[in-house]
């Protein structure tokens, strides 16, 4: 499974971006898609994530702000970030996890806020 994410840039606080994912590849099983985000000299953080049944979750730090959306059916999920912070600058990695299997990780998009 190959994962595809774009729609990082360079914003100013306040501002928005939206992220999108894709997966491709052997994505039958696939249950859940989400996004980590991390900040230089910080671990990476889970951000957020989807689930095949529609749920949704997502780090306290965002709620209110990032809002995730998609279709596991169609391998894609997207993170809306509003209201973009500093402390939001990291580059945010997609993940998806199959059913019984690992997290599968994309390559990342780089998200900078300036201030």
């Known amino acids: 499974v190959q994962l595809q994410a774009s729609g990082g840039g360079l914003v100013q606080t306040g501002g928005s971006l939206r992220l999108s994912c894709v997966a491709s590849?052997?994505?039958?099983?696939?249950?859940?898609m989400g996004w980590y985000r991390q900040a230089p000299g910080k671990q990476r953080e889970w951000v957020a994530l989807?689930?095949?049944?529609?749920?949704?979750n997502s780090n306290d730090s965002v709620k209110g702000r990032f809002t995730i959306s998609g279709d596991i059916a169609k391998n894609t999920v997207y993170l809306q970030m509003n209201s973009l912070k500093p402390e939001d600058t990291a580059v945010y990695y997609c993940?998806?996890?199959?059913?019984?299997?690992?997290?599968?990780w994309g390559q990342g998009t780089e998200v900078t806020v300036s201030s």
């Open positions: 590849g052997s994505t039958f099983g696939i249950n859940t």
């Open positions: 993940y998806a996890i199959p059913r019984g299997g690992a997290r599968l």
């Open positions: 989807l689930s095949s049944g529609g749920s949704t």
